[in-house]
């Protein structure tokens, strides 16, 4: 079983673990960063690249403090809303600030990171609104008395969380979401519910990946539903709480992305070991953080994987108008309340061109000036969520919508 086998081998990797993590506790106390032994410098940054190294299971910490709103700046602080078994709604509450601000609730991809990985996306949202996400957990951790949780459940989940926060609310979905967080809306619509959200932004999402398929969507499609069912679905070992429970391991995903980008990935490890041996703390320190979320990773329900393989990558339920939500159709023409927005990057190798624009044929109820779509030229899939130009151009125009609508 692959992932028996991958629990023994980092079980063999332990005690070396041990040993380099308490070789750099040892340099960090008596020594310092700057021993002047160049044999003693690499020496400890082959250590310190080997702990870099270690993929985690548990989710890191958001590590947002303080925020700059409106014109000053406040602290936050983490609140669980609403704990239900696969997933938390969690708030970033302030409480410095006086005036209310907008509701928005931040639906994170659930493929095989933890929710922050939308760490720098959430601290941009903090500066003009109320932010909560939706805070997933790992499959391995979830005993299997909870029961299933697939793509049904996943749309249930965020109507629950729309509820929750009540009328006035705003959605905005990131990748892998826009499908069920699409799908949500309608049902909600459907059902007249008075939680529709006022607003949805849907950011690089496949909601039709019959439009220039990428690697990711040929990947999805090269092969029948059943070789992803036997190939790639395993049980989680009996030392934890999700003993028996099929899942879709994080490590899988995590190897399958790493491979795409080995020579990257490799010449970041060799930078990050030349940068500690120079004693270039700040350029390391870059590096460490960005691995230290990429190679925390979780493991998705089998149900889950499986039936968005099927209904999203490979017959594109949704956009054929053919998505079923608890043995009813989905029918995004009864959106007639939600704003929508759709953001796409012009590189992106992930969700292509045209992927999430195709919402707006969808939501056909929608008045002209309920819909927008912003392309943001030079960027991949991760550009439209974070890094400069997510600040400066992408979320202005969730901003300006979100204001419009509030």
Excluded at 60 to 66: A, C, D, E, S
Excluded at 166 to 186: E, F
Excluded at 208 to 218: A, F, L
Aim: with cysteine; glycine share 6%.
């Amino acid at each position: 079983m692959l992932y028996h086998a991958y629990q023994a081998y980092c079980d063999m990797l332990a005690p070396a673990r041990m040993g380099s993590l308490l070789a750099t506790s040892f340099r960090n106390k008596f020594l310092g960063h700057a021993s002047s032994a160049p044999m003693t410098r690499r020496f400890f940054a082959l250590a310190e690249v080997f702990n870099t190294t270690a993929i985690t299971h548990k989710r890191p910490p958001y590590g947002i403090g303080r925020v700059l709103s409106g014109n000053r700046e406040v602290s936050v602080r983490e609140e669980v809303t609403l704990d239900m078994p696969f997933g938390n709604l969690l708030h970033f509450a302030k409480d410095e600030v006086v005036a209310p601000q907008p509701k928005i609730l931040v639906v994170a991809p659930l493929s095989g990171h933890f929710a922050t990985l939308l760490r720098s996306t959430i601290a941009t949202l903090l500066r003009d609104h109320d932010v909560y996400i939706t805070d997933w957990k790992n499959a391995r951790d979830i005993p299997m008395s909870d029961g299933r949780f697939g793509f049904d459940e996943y749309v249930d989940y965020v109507i629950r969380f729309l509820q929750e926060l009540g009328q006035g609310a705003h959605v905005l979905a990131v990748c892998q979401p826009c499908v069920p967080v699409l799908a949500a809306v309608a049902v909600m619509a459907q059902n007249d519910d008075p939680c529709q959200p006022r607003s949805m932004s849907l950011m690089g999402g496949p909601i039709d990946t019959r439009e220039s398929p990428t690697i990711v969507n040929e990947l999805a499609t090269s092969q029948p539903y059943s070789w992803f069912e036997d190939n790639l679905i395993y049980p989680v070992p009996w030392r934890y709480k999700g003993a028996g429970r099929k899942v879709y391991p994080g490590f899988v995903q995590l190897t399958a992305f790493m491979s795409m980008n080995q020579e990257r990935h490799f010449g970041q490890f060799r930078k990050l070991y030349q940068h500690i041996a120079d004693l270039e703390q700040l350029e390391a320190e870059k590096i460490v953080e960005f691995y230290d979320e990429y190679l925390a990773v979780l493991d998705l329900t089998a149900e889950f994987y499986l039936e968005t393989i099927d209904k999203v990558f490979q017959r594109a339920l949704l956009a054929k108008g053919e998505l079923e939500h608890r043995g009813r159709r989905v029918d995004c023409s009864a959106i007639r309340k939600t704003a929508l927005l759709t953001v796409e990057g012009e590189r992106d190798d992930i969700c292509a061109v045209g992927q999430t624009a195709a919402a707006h044929f969808l939501c056909s109820s929608l008045r002209p000036h309920l819909k927008r779509h912003h392309l943001q030229p030079g960027v991949g899939h991760y550009g439209i969520f974070s890094g400069s130009r997510w600040e400066r151009q992408v979320y202005p125009q969730v901003r300006n919508l979100v204001l419009a609508m509030s």
